[in-house]
């Protein structure tokens, strides 16, 4: 059963010029260690990190009101490239435990966005 739905659209220049701006302190408040590995093997780095920030936003609708940073919401990529989502902060992933979090992205030069859906688990 679906109980939840969230989207989001990034704009990709606008968070280029974040991190040209601020460089690591902004990448390291946004983005969790593995994630920013993630994007140090990719080509297309800013989409695809406008990609995981739609991502997390996405993630944040669909949770509706729990108490998460960017960074406890951690979007990575399975061995086929699909994406996927884990919630790192303690209380938050024991609240979350009974539910499945479903995200697709997509991104093109400009623009990156996702959506997310929560099902509650058989
Ligand atoms: C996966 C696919 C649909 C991506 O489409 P695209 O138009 O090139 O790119 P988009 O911008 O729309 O989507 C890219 C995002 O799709 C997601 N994605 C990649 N592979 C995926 C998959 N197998 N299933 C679901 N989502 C996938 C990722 O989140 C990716 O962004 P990210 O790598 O920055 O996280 C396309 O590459 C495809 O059809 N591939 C064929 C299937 C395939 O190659 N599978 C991998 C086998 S090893």
């Known amino acids: 059963m679906i109980i939840g739905t969230g989207v989001d659209i990034t704009e990709v220049g606008?968070?280029?010029?974040?991190?040209?701006?601020?460089?690591?302190?902004?990448?390291?408040?946004?983005f969790t260690k593995e994630e920013l590995k993630n994007a140090k093997t990719r080509l297309n780095l800013y989409p695809h990190l406008a990609g995981r920030f739609a991502a997390k936003e996405a993630v944040f609708k669909a949770l509706g009101n729990v108490k998460l940073n960017l960074k406890?919401?951690?979007?990575?990529n399975d061995k086929d490239g699909r994406p996927y989502c884990e919630i790192l902060n303690g209380?938050?992933?024991?609240?979350?435990?009974?539910v499945d979090i479903l995200i697709s992205i997509s991104h093109?030069?400009?623009?990156?966005?996702?959506?997310?859906?929560?099902?509650?688990?058989?």
Do not use: H
Not at 20 to 29: A, Q, T
Not at 108 to 122: R, W
């Open 14 to 30: 606008r968070l280029r010029k974040a991190i040209e701006k601020w460089g690591m302190s902004f990448l390291n408040r946004v």
């Open 108 to 122: 093109v030069k400009n623009y990156a966005t996702a959506f997310a859906i929560i099902t509650q688990k058989d």
């Open 72 to 76: 406890e919401v951690q979007i990575l």
């Open 91 to 98: 209380e938050t992933k024991d609240k979350a435990k009974d």
